[in-house]
């Protein structure tokens, strides 16, 4: 059942919203002798067009011959009940003024085919052909390369109890209490018929904005899965209440709450400050690609649920919050549902921001950290686009269960530090050294550079990191921010030229030691005062967690980046420093090999 906060109209624009499925301009093969054929609002025949490119980053073929991510869309919406007593019950009009916006919602988000059954045509019948049938058979035939997004928006029916789910009111509902299972859909009905979907896709989301929808979770569901990375298989449901509450209306009149946040939200994925791709050249504005933005399925909830903490006026308290959970459980899914940021009308007629100064069309390729042929053009793209990511950690982080670690699949690489200066040693380096060794991941150390003679610091770190094939390349951290020196360089932080032929000799010392060249941490202000172009031999690891600074400047394109320092990872207790790197697999295997500037060769050998 829903509830409206005050009355609502259906009048959007000025125009009486209503359903216009005759304009579908065809069906599939197997649905053209069946009544479904007008329920296709989009179909794109198979092959006809490419998935958007962020889907395409995002889910990337396994191998050649995969076949492109198909995206699929079912939305039923109910809001003609006219057996309902309620006079005010028999129109659901802020459902009635939601459904156009979620039409042209999932054209924007590049849907392949959306189905879209309401009122009398969303019968018991008609959703099972899909969910039994159609769509089954579709998603089985992707092997695992297909989206599928399942949407209600109606009245709800409560369970008979508080263990019992209720179902979705269809529209020869009489109210709340009706009893014919005809006249409903039973939430423990489509939970097991969206399991069986969410075995085959890639990743399924259901966002169910009815009342006492959040009775589609079994009672045993465990809420602490992952909604937040897109890379990995995941199957969840969203519900804008609990199996016992309310939905409500939204106050403006112009739709639901529930679907009225999701699109704003979305619509907004500039709030999801690492979901875009940001190239900067280090002096001015850093510029963000046109349509280049995502919205993790974890931080539009998020971001819902903050904007329903406010005063109900109809109820005088906060708006219910919303429930998530797996659709799929037993799978352990760590994977989530993505959506994209819509380009505006001027992008869509140009594929260009209408306002340069912030935003470029993407009319290049880039070589994960630089512009192909301009390595002086630095990219910053969404994190989870990188296929090998990794952490840095310290005796502060505490103990590491590797095995939770290694399982995880977030974590491809580990640097720990092992040396401070002449004499400071990490006491953890010598565990996470052995505990990195029986698993897969790849583990390095890292040195913090201070003023010492470079000789001191060389062997200070020659006697604590084994000369070792199998370790990652040394890194060495160069603390260098701008504003009062870090204490690290009081004794010589008015002479950058000394703090250069220290570091330099250093550098070629390790990498004459180790037969791998070591490769610099730093910030923006450390390339700018003290590296410059004078240590592009040497790969950079860059430290950014805001991607709001202007970057660096310089043609050394970065090889590490380390965009936070509140990751968190299944096997550390503690937030660690998360990263990653520029390039594939195999172009991070030539690195742990030999320690070369790969990223600069990237960039520079395309020019």
């Known amino acids: 059942m829903w509830r409206v906060a005050v009355a609502l109209v259906a009048v959007i624009g000025g125009i009486l919203v209503s359903r216009q499925i005759s304009n579908a301009a065809e069906c599939p093969s197997e649905v053209q002798n069946t009544p479904y054929c007008d329920a296709f609002v989009v179909y794109k025949k198979p092959g006809t067009s490419k998935p958007d490119w962020r889907i395409e980053k995002l889910i990337p073929k396994a191998k050649e011959d995969d076949a492109d991510i198909r995206s699929f869309a079912f939305v039923v919406s109910v809001y003609n009940y006219p057996a309902f007593t309620q006079e005010k019950d028999k129109v659901l009009q802020s ?56 949407m209600y928006d109606g009245h709800g029916i409560p369970g008979a109890d508080d263990r ?6 269809l529209s020869m509902a009489t109210g709340e209490a009706d009893p014919l299972p005809t006249h409903s859909y039973g939430l423990d009905d489509l939970e097991n018929r969206l399991r069986k979907i969410a075995h085959l896709t890639y990743h399924s989301v259901a966002l169910l904005g009815s009342c006492y929808s959040g009775g589609v979770f079994p009672i045993n569901t465990s809420l602490g899965d992952n909604t937040s990375f897109p890379l990995s298989p995941g199957a969840h449901a969203v519900t804008a209440s609990k199996a016992d509450e309310l939905a409500w209306g939204a106050p403006d009149g112009k739709g639901t709450m529930f679907f009225e946040k999701l699109i704003a939200a979305i619509d907004r994925g500039a709030s999801d400050l690492n979901s875009s791709q940001v190239v900067s050249s280090g002096s001015g504005e850093p510029q963000k690609v046109a349509g280049s933005s995502i919205v993790r399925l974890g931080r539009a909830v998020q971001e819902m649920n903050e904007s329903l903490e406010a005063i ?65 053009l630095k990219v910053f793209s969404p994190p989870e686009t990188y296929a090998v990511r990794g952490i840095d950690v310290a005796r502060y982080t505490g103990d590491l269960k590797f095995d939770a670690i290694n399982a995880s699949g977030l974590v491809k690489f580990i640097y720990a530090k092992a040396t401070q200066g002449s ?34 610091q060389f062997k200070n770190i020659t006697a604590t990191v084994p000369r ?24 010589c ?20 030691y180790y037969g791998k060249r070591p490769i610099i941490y730093t ?65 991070f295997a030539a690195f742990a090999e030999t320690g070369e500037n790969v990223a600069r060769n990237a960039a520079v050998s395309l020019k």
Request: charged fraction near 25%; include cysteine; aromatic fraction near 14%.
């Open 312 to 376: 109900n006026p109809a109820t005088n308290q906060y708006y219910p919050q919303l429930r998530t959970g797996p659709i799929a459980p037993e799978e352990n899914y760590d994977g989530a549902f993505f959506f994209l940021v819509p380009l505006t009308s001027e992008e869509q007629a140009s594929n260009r921001d209408p306002n340069p100064a912030t935003t470029i069309q993407r009319d290049f390729e880039t070589t994960g950290s630089a512009v192909t042929g301009r390595p002086d």
């Open 523 to 587: 910030s923006r202000f450390g390339v700018g005062d003290i590296l410059g172009s004078d240590f592009n031999d040497f790969g950079l690891w860059y430290a950014d967690f805001r991607k709001t600074t202007p970057g660096y400047a310089g043609d050394n394109p970065w090889t590490f980046w380390q965009m936070t320092d509140h990751g968190n990872i299944p096997g550390i207790s503690a937030a660690v420093d998360y990263n990653v790197f520029f390039g594939s697999k195999e172009q």
């Open 468 to 491: 070792d094939k199998d370790l990652l390349p040394v890194a060495v951290d160069l603390e260098w921010f701008r504003g009062n020196p870090h204490s690290l360089f009081l004794a």
């Open 423 to 456: 004499e400071g040693k990490d006491t953890k380096f010598q565990q996470y050294l052995k505990g990195a060794g029986e698993t897969e991941v790849s583990f390095g150390g890292y040195h913090v550079f201070d003023c010492s003679p470079p000789e001191a």
């Open 164 to 169: 019992s789910p209720g179902g979705l009111a």
């Open 95 to 150: 459902v009635k003024a939601d459904l156009p916006r979620i039409e042209a919602f999932l054209k924007d988000q590049g849907f392949d085919e959306v189905i879209v059954l309401d009122n009398e045509h969303a019968t018991k019948d008609a959703i099972n052909y899909f969910l039994e049938q159609y769509l089954l058979t579709q998603v089985n035939d992707y092997k695992g390369r297909s989206r599928f997004l399942f």
């Open 493 to 512: 932080s008015d002479n950058p030229d000394v703090i250069r032929s220290n570091l330099k000799a250093l550098l070629f010392e390790l990498a004459d």
